[in-house]
């Protein structure tokens, strides 16, 4: 277990609000990534981060912005939350488990409800 | 663009037999990783096993093995002797420049 919190776990929101969602790891690792899940998509990373102030957009980065001011903590915010932000967001941190294997972990991910 | 293809929406396997859950992947990166997960209907994601595109043999965790077909570009998760308990929604991701998942098998074990 890499130790990954998310927070909130729950929340609902209004139209047109931002919202910040935290991601916290204790393994020190480099790569966090932002995911958010929704029925038929799997999951799609919207942005990630290779280490502190960098970071890179995913696929599905329209409307978020993310920023890592240290390598524990990797912020997401929904600069004006839209009903089609409404999903699961999942934080992971990735790493190295042996030479050349990788081990993803994941946080208990955030329900985030746009009214 | 890279993209991860699982053909299988839901799957059924009696307890105690082997399945193969599909996955195909498409990219032009040379190098890449290819992971399964596991996700319970608590909502989770578990990491299973992982498959680097330069490793010669196949993965194995336990009762998860991946069967690698680079040829093919196919990165199949096999999982031996089922348990109820790994009844679930199984993802296979790819990693090259980012992270790919592909939409989720649903498995269900029969006893």
């Known amino acids: 277990d890499a130790g990954i919190t998310q927070s909130p776990r729950h929340k609902v929101t209004e139209t047109g609000t931002p919202v910040t969602l935290r991601c916290h790891q204790t393994?020190?690792?480099?790569?966090m990534y932002w995911y958010r899940q929704d029925p038929g998509h799997g999951l799609r990373l919207i942005h990630y981060?290779?280490?502190?102030?960098?970071?890179d957009k995913g696929e599905v980065s329209d409307g978020y912005s993310v920023s890592r001011s240290k390598t524990e903590d990797f912020l997401l915010t929904l600069e004006s939350a839209t009903s089609s932000q409404t999903s699961v967001y999942f934080c992971?941190?990735?790493?190295?488990?042996?030479?050349?294997?990788?081990?993803?972990?994941f946080g208990p991910g955030t329900r985030l409800t746009v009214t | 663009a890279q993209k991860i293809t699982q053909t299988q929406p839901g799957m059924f396997v009696q307890e105690k037999e082997a399945v193969t859950l599909d996955c195909t992947y498409d990219t032009s990166d040379p190098s890449y990783g290819l992971f399964w997960y596991k996700q319970p209907s608590s909502g989770e994601m578990i990491f299973l096993i992982y498959?680097?595109?330069?490793?010669?043999q196949n993965a194995t965790e336990g009762r998860y093995s991946l069967n690698f077909q680079k040829a093919r570009k196919s990165a199949n998760l096999v999982i031996s002797a089922s348990q109820l308990g790994d009844s679930a929604m199984y993802f296979c991701a790819m990693n090259g420049n980012q992270f790919y998942f592909g939409t989720g098998t649903s498995l269900t074990v029969i006893p």
């Open positions: 393994e020190n690792h480099r790569y």
């Open positions: 498959q680097g595109s330069y490793d010669q």
């Open positions: 992971a941190s990735i790493a190295p488990a042996g030479t050349g294997v990788y081990e993803q972990y």
């Open positions: 981060s290779y280490g502190v102030k960098d970071t």
